[in-house]
Structures are given as C-alpha cells and as structure tokens.
C-alpha cells in the first residue's frame, strides 16, 4: 500500500502535512512526495500563512522508500524516486514563501533528515535519532543535498555524518544546528503550535521577503551578482513605502496585535 499525506488546519493560518506510511516507518513514496509539493505549492494561494511538515506514529521518515523496489529494475526505479518526486518536493519548500516548520516527533533518517533540512525551522522531540546511512548503503549522495548539509552543519559535521553514517541524538542536533528546539516528546506538539501560530501572526510581506534574501544568499554562495542585489534592495525598498510597516510601527508603539494586510 503506498503512503499518504495527511492535511489538517489546527490552528488559525496554518496547515499541518503528515506523512503517513507506518507500514514503511514512514518511508519516502511518490505519493507522498508528490502530495507534499502539490500542498506547498498552492499553500500560499489558500491564504496559509504557515506549514508544519510531520510525521505521524512516532516517526518523521526513515528516508526513501526502495527497499521493495525489484533487484531487476531496481537503478532505474531508485533513481527515478530520488530525481523526480524528492527532489520536486525540496524545491516546493525552497521555493515556498511560507514559513515552514519541520515537526520531528521521531527518527529522522537519510532522505527524511535532508527533507526536514528543506523546512525553515526545525523542532525535535528530546528522545530522537537523526542520521545519514549513505556509507551503508553503497550511495553516493547528490551534491545538492550535500549541499544542503553544509550549508547547515559546517564541511566537517557533513563529512561526520555522511563518511560514518553518523547517527546523532537530539541534543546534539541540536548542538549542530540540525535542528532549532528540542523538547520533551509530551511537549512537542504544543510547541510545534506555538512556533506555527507565531510564524502565521509575522508580517507577510517581512517574512516573504526575508525568506527571498536568505534563499539569494544561500544560492550565490558568497557575493550576489549585481542583478539580484538590485532585486533585494528594491525589496527592502519597498517594505518602508508597505502599509503592512506603517501598521507594525503603529501596532508597536501602541502595544497591540498588527492588523495586517500583506500590502
């Protein structure tokens, strides 16, 4: 049976996705990456302003879903699943203006650690393993996704995780930057809700605009090319002339929630 994604609004603004493959200690199907960047996609265009991407009993995802695949087929139909559906689906939250936080209530493996890498925040359940098991597996991962670890743990956390096929726990994850919360595995789902509804009350177009700088420099790796730094500086630019800034300045000094309008 292939997975699901489940799809729930728990609080006013945000939208939780849950991977559902239990079967699989919610392993990565095309169903299910599939789901996860066709929900990302048309979040914004709902009027979310926050995603929570989870798992449901007591995993995340133990990573991609081949173990079934037939030997005979076996190169092509792994590769087809790494190319297409996982990789459309970090592009989905590369490319989303919502915040999305990551929600790990357990272990969080391989393809699931680099999947809850693709979110912007991340909080752990205290009693988690997170690791990397390519050195196992005989992969050589994509540079995109080592890519992505490094930009997020430093070269040489990479190489530990990736060159041992280091499994690490989550205070250390936490030590590494992996993940931003840890907390008692009873208190995560309150958690989970408070950093999302903190998420959806920011400002829209601070938190858009804020994500499409942080995306730029990620991407240039050192100095922005002269066209993109135009684009942000007309973003900021634009931010002082908002009616969203004029209403957070007045919201502030006259200490009450903003009324904001996302222009």
């Not at 449901?56 to 190169?75: H, K, L, N």
């Amino acid at each position: 049976m292939p997975g699901q994604l489940k799809v729930d609004e728990p609080a006013d603004g945000v939208r939780r996705l849950t991977i559902s493959n239990p079967a699989k200690r919610n392993a990565l199907d095309h169903p299910i990456l599939d789901a996860i960047a066709a929900a990302v996609g048309a979040a914004a265009g709902d009027g979310v302003r926050a995603l929570i991407l989870t798992g449901e009993d007591g995993m995340f995802s133990s990573g991609y879903d081949i173990g079934d695949i037939p030997a005979d087929v076996f190169p092509q139909e792994a590769e087809k699943l790494v190319a297409h559906p996982f990789t459309s689906a970090l592009d989905a939250l590369d490319a989303t203006d919502v915040p999305v936080l990551g929600v790990l209530p357990g272990h969080t493996i391989g393809g699931g650690l680099e999947l809850a890498l693709g979110c912007d925040l991340r909080i752990a359940a205290g009693s988690i393993k997170l690791g990397m098991p390519p050195a196992k597996l005989g992969l050589v991962y994509s540079h995109t996704g080592l890519r992505r670890f490094i930009d997020t743990v430093g070269v040489a956390r990479t190489r530990e995780l990736f060159l041992l096929a280091r499994y690490v726990d989550a205070s250390v994850a936490a030590e590494w930057g992996l993940v931003n919360r840890v907390v008692a595995d009873d208190e995560l789902e309150a958690a989970a809700l408070d950093w999302a509804t903190q998420l959806a009350a920011g400002a829209p177009l601070s938190v858009q605009g804020n994500k499409r700088v942080i995306r730029a420099l990620l991407a240039a790796e050192g100095e922005v090319g002269a066209d993109v730094a135009a684009e942000l500086i007309a973003l900021r630019k634009a931010c002082f002339a908002s009616e969203d800034f004029r209403e957070g300045v007045a919201a502030f000094g006259e200490k009450r929630a903003p009324r904001w309008q996302g222009r």
